[in-house]
């Protein structure tokens, strides 16, 4: 992190950065262009290049499928990390957390209350749904802003409405 690099003096992040630019090397090919923006991006752009040389003749017959990598360091952008995800999907993240496309729900959130009169509901329990283009609604507003959605979910429910009525 960028503290421990510039306040505790430790690289060690850097190094392990390196290593799993490395790793990804051995799976996808050496990467033939390799850019750093910063001075601490500069620093792991060349230990990376110490690293490709001492591993040199046991290079990999992988052929590239990367071509180009550029690493930007905190010094350079300091504004990302404190930006906030202004679509759909990116507000259900900050929420409730997005793993492996799919999120997990309080089972009280999602289960209908009524149809559940006769059954407990166990505390705590929760319900894991797929976020993926298989949802035409999901697949419409995912990437839109959220302060658009209500209006855009407003014309769908009526869709449905109608349909349903027919």
Same mark, same amino acid.
């Given at each position: 992190?960028?503290?421990?690099?510039?306040?505790?003096?430790?690289?060690?992040?850097?190094?392990?950065?390196?290593?799993? /630019?490395?790793?990804?090397?051995?799976?996808? &090919?050496? =990467?033939?262009? %390799?850019? #750093?923006?910063?001075?601490?991006?500069?620093? *792991?752009?060349?230990?990376?290049?110490?690293?490709?040389?001492?591993?040199?003749?046991?290079?990999?017959?992988?052929?590239?499928?990367?071509?180009?990598?550029?690493?930007?360091?905190?010094?350079?952008?300091?504004?990302?990390? /404190?930006?906030?995800?202004?679509?759909?999907? &990116?507000? =259900?993240?900050? %929420?409730? #957390?997005?793993?492996?496309?799919?999120?997990? *729900?309080?089972?009280?959130?999602?289960?209908?209350?009524?149809?559940?009169?006769?059954?407990?509901?166990?505390?705590?329990?929760?319900?894991?749904?797929?976020?993926?283009?298989?949802?035409?609604?999901?697949?419409?507003?995912?990437?839109?802003?959220?302060?658009?959605?209500?209006?855009?979910?407003?014309?769908?429910?009526?869709?449905?409405?109608?349909?349903?009525?027919?």
């Amino acid at each position: 992190s960028l503290k421990q690099i510039t306040l505790d003096g430790d690289y060690s992040s850097l190094y392990y950065t390196a290593r799993a /630019l490395m790793r990804l090397q051995a799976f996808f &090919g050496i =990467i033939p262009n %390799i850019m #750093g923006k910063g001075i601490f991006s500069k620093f *792991l752009v060349e230990m990376l290049f110490r690293m490709r040389r001492e591993i040199a003749p046991e290079q990999s017959p992988v052929a590239p499928e990367i071509d180009s990598i550029i690493v930007l360091d905190r010094t350079v952008d300091s504004l990302t990390p /404190l930006l906030t995800q202004l679509t759909y999907e &990116g507000l =259900i993240d900050e %929420i409730f #957390g997005i793993h492996n496309s799919t999120i997990e *729900l309080p089972q009280e959130m999602v289960m209908d209350k009524q149809a559940l009169k006769d059954k407990p509901i166990p505390e705590g329990k929760k319900i894991k749904s797929p976020l993926n283009s298989n949802d035409k609604i999901f697949q419409d507003i995912r990437d839109s802003n959220f302060s658009s959605i209500s209006s855009m979910l407003n014309q769908k429910a009526k869709l449905i409405d109608e349909y349903y009525k027919e």
